[in-house]
């Protein structure tokens, strides 16, 4: 796939900072013999955050950056002095972010707030000085805890846009059309299949000053849900969304069955696409006159509204925005959170060649020489012993 700057799926590795030794010093002072244990604590490691922010529109500032990694704790040192601790790494997601575990598929989080802020992975706690193992019948303990050890792992975010209204229909349906008819977006709009190679969002506003989101996604053919076309890719942009609505040419040979095919498409993808509440606009209806919309009107399906309109001639538009301003505020419509559902491991590497993001990291890890790894890390006392 050409190189775009909608980037809405990046693997990057995140690790966080170990956190820092406790000090095992021993007071030693003039005038102060035996002066005791003053070791002080080690610092926390720095933890790996996300944090929303409503300026990121996609990914892309991430796949330039693919390693993200905190700070780790200082050890502590004498005088009951703590380390410092280590610093987080903040990394700003747009709003809608949703983050797997790159190798299991787990699905771990989801940043949908301005300014929300997810604990990713946890720093490492500072371990304790050896101030803290003094007890009457152990004056001088000469052992400190290490520090917890960092954490580790490789993710997968994925961009899910937030929008209120999503466009469903057959490539040249006129999706990109009735979103740069009603709203400010700029959407590329040409006859041929395709025309639209990523999403958009546009704002449209209703009546006093009210408004709502519509997201243009690329159209979706027979057999996406196999690969074909652009796939169901893009889909995914269309989950969030509490309304869908459908866009049929009039010049359709059989409206029905378009509808059908895309629904059965959705239904694929993710089987609660299909609770959501769904809209059929009858697109390019300037071709149409009164008798011939008389004759379409029954073979319709029965069970969802629908309307004709054309962006074009400005037909039916109002009407259009009615309905869906209606269908949003209807409280059996709200937005219900949805279930991420866990990614499918053995089609992982597949889905991640497809997006581009196959190529495997070499970490090269800094202080590989302090072996902490056979220390329990429980905070209790009895588990330490002296040396
Ligand atoms: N007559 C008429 N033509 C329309 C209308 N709306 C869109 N078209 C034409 O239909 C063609 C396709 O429109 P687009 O808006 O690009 O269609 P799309 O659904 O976004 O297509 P993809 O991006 O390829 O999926 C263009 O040539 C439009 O000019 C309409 O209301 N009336
Ligand atoms: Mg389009």
Known sequence: MAESNFVDYVKIYCRSGKGGRGSTHMRREKYCPNGGPDGGDGGR????????????????????????????????????????DGADKVIEVP?????????????????????????????????????????ATRQAPRFAQPGEPMQEMTVIMELKLLADVGLVGFPNAGKSTLLS????????????????????????????????????IPGIIEGA???????????????????????????????????EILLNELRTFNPEMLDKQRVLAITKSDMLDRELMDEIEPTLPESIPHVFISSV????????????WE?????????????????????????????????DFEYEYEDADEDDSDFDYEYEEEDWEEE
């Open 327 to 359: 269908e949003l505020n209807k409280e059996s419509n709200k937005i219900e959170t949805i279930v991420h559902r866990p990614k499918d491991v053995s089609k992982l590497k597949e889905e991640l060649k497809d997006m581009g993001e196959d190529e």
């Open 313 to 324: 001639a400005g037909l039916g538009i109002a009407e259009l925005k009615d309905i869906l």
């Open 225 to 259: 849900s196999q690969g074909k076309g652009l796939g169901l890719r893009f889909l995914r942009h269309i989950e969030r969304n509490s309304l869908l609505l459908f866009m049929v040419p009039a010049d359709s040979d059989d409206i029905r069955k378009e509808y």
């Open 95 to 135: 709003c809608g972010t949703v983050v797997y575990n790159a190798e299991t598929g787990e699905y771990l989080c989801d940043v949908t707030d301005d300014g929300q802020e997810v604990i990713l992975l946890k720093g490492g706690r500072g371990g304790q000085g050896n101030w803290h193992f003094k007890t």
């Open 181 to 216: 008819s009603i709203s400010a977006a700029k959407p590329k709009i040409a006859d041929y299949p395709f025309t639209t190679l990523e999403p958009n969002l546009g704002i449209v506003s209703y009546r006093d000053g009210k408004s709502f989101v519509m997201a243009d």
């Open 45 to 84: 490691g720095g933890h790996i955050i996300l944090r929303g922010n409503r300026n990121y529109w996609t990914l892309l500032h991430l796949k330039y950056d693919r390693h993200a990694m905190a700070g780790h704790g200082e050890s502590g040192s004498k005088n009951r002095s703590s380390g410092k």
